[in-house]
């Protein structure tokens, strides 16, 4: 069974930072896409960033909202993804949570990998309050 678990959320004051970590188990594949999605109380969820491992042709991508603060990158051999956040904001927080997706297609937008809809599975959520 796959299975994602993120962790490293917190409470942290504007401009400071936190990694969160999503943990993978559960499947054998070296070849897939991993993302973060972050959901603010009363919206919806956001794609923030995403990356393709395992591939001649791997990459990282990111919302505009997050780019030049946020940094994602993996091990791919310990299934690990992480999100190294920087000069947060008050409207980063959210629950932060990590999906993978199994079917990507180099045919694909890369950007569209921030859309979700392709997401197989999906862990629980870590919780990233940022005071002002």
């Known amino acids: 069974e796959v299975q994602l678990v993120e962790s490293g959320g917190g409470l942290v004051q504007a401009g400071g930072s936190l990694r969160l970590s999503c943990q993978a188990s559960?499947?054998?594949?070296?070849?897939?896409?991993i993302v973060w999605f972050r959901q603010a109380p009363g919206k919806g969820r956001e794609g923030v960033s995403g990356?393709?491992?395992?591939?001649?042709?791997?990459?990282?991508v990111y919302a505009n909202s997050v780019k030049g603060r946020f940094t994602m990158s993996g091990d791919n051999g310990k299934k690990t993804a992480y999100l190294q956040m920087d000069n947060l904001k008050p409207e980063d927080t959210a629950v932060y949570y990590c999906?993978?997706?199994?079917?990507?297609?180099?045919?694909?937008?890369?950007?569209?990998?921030?859309?979700?809809?392709?997401?197989?599975?999906w862990g629980k959520g870590t919780l990233v309050t940022v005071s002002s």
């Open positions: 999906g993978i997706d199994f079917d990507y297609s180099e045919y694909e937008p890369r950007l569209s990998i921030l859309l979700g809809y392709a997401v197989d599975y």
């Open positions: 559960g499947f054998t594949r070296d070849d897939y896409v």
């Open positions: 990356m393709r491992v395992g591939s001649s042709d791997d990459f990282t």
